[in-house]
């Protein structure tokens, strides 16, 4: 977890730096355009970083079973930066190029595929201190992608839409999905969940007791209470029998 930490801090440290570094309005430029300047090198640098923090979140989330649906959506999130930092996109004025296209639909991917893994995130974890938090920056992240989408559909009518702070928009998007990103963390720390509403809880199905009766069906329904708690234990945290034990 310390490594996807480190690589997130980098990656954000990089892409401040080129920010600062080129001095382009922040509002109007999208990022893509920053690679076209001198430090422009720093771009794919942190996307390759931000790539690795979230590789390793995913596999530690895959590692624990219960998550690994949004394991794989951060782990396409995390190749998406890696296309997306591979292959620049075209200056502005050109034709939609091989390498344009790969950049553009690979950041969609992307910028789609982390809300949805945080929005899974949080339905699982609901209750604890985090999840709504999570859930809120993944809504907006989405909502955000919506007005992102808009001008290229506009374009595609053959209207260019004026006045519209894509820079602004783009970077909310960005901000909003590094942030997810990081509080992956905070899932990680937490532990697996235990018991909930999916498969009942270990404390539930132990609360559910049979009537006590005394003499030699009493003892009898005892050991089959200990016998059933002994496979429930042995029973991985996510097997459905749960339920129906």
Known sequence: MLIGYAAIGAGAASMIGLHVA???DPLHTVISEYA???????LPTSLTLFAVGATAFAVLLARRGEDRK???LVGVW?????LVGA????RPGVPLSMSGGIHRYAAFAAFLAMPVAGLILARRHEGRPYARAVKAFSLV???VLVLVVVPYAVRMLGVEPVGVPAGAIQRLVVVSEVVVLAMLGLVLGSGPVRGGAAFG???RLRGQRRPRIGGA????GAHGDAVADARLDRLPVDDPRRCFS
């Open 201 to 203: 809880g270990r404390e």
């Open 22 to 24: 080129t001095g382009l």
């Open 141 to 143: 992240s989405m909502g």
């Open 87 to 90: 292959f620049p996109t075209d």
């Open 78 to 82: 995390g190749l998406c930066m890696l």
């Open 36 to 42: 076209f300047e001198p430090d422009g090198w720093l």
């Open 70 to 72: 949004a394991a794989l």
């Open 217 to 220: 069906a009493g003892a009898a």
